[in-house]
């Protein structure tokens, strides 16, 4: 098994001489704001399975939305 080492060159920096592994990560951002006018700032980290959860949640939500303006379309555009 192989551990990260660690050599210190000064007494704030750490210099790694060992790399375990990696794994490819998206970090995303999002601004919020509700109806009282109070916004919020979120942050995630994701992996790539992570990611396609998400993108897929976000695509249910599209066809959802979709369905809805479809079957309300008669109403909305009464009111316009």
Avoid: W
């Avoid at 942050?43 to 399975?49: D, K, S």
């Amino acid at each position: 098994m192989s551990f990260a080492t660690c050599t210190p060159f000064s007494k704030t920096q750490v210099r790694h001489t060992k790399v375990l592994g990696y794994s490819y990560m998206v970090l995303m951002e999002l601004f919020t704001e509700d109806f009282g006018g109070r916004k919020q700032r979120l942050g995630f980290q994701m992996n790539e399975a992570t990611l396609a959860d998400f993108q897929a949640a976000l695509q249910r939500g599209r066809e959802q939305l979709d369905i809805l303006k479809a079957s309300t379309s008669a109403i909305s555009t009464q009111e316009q």
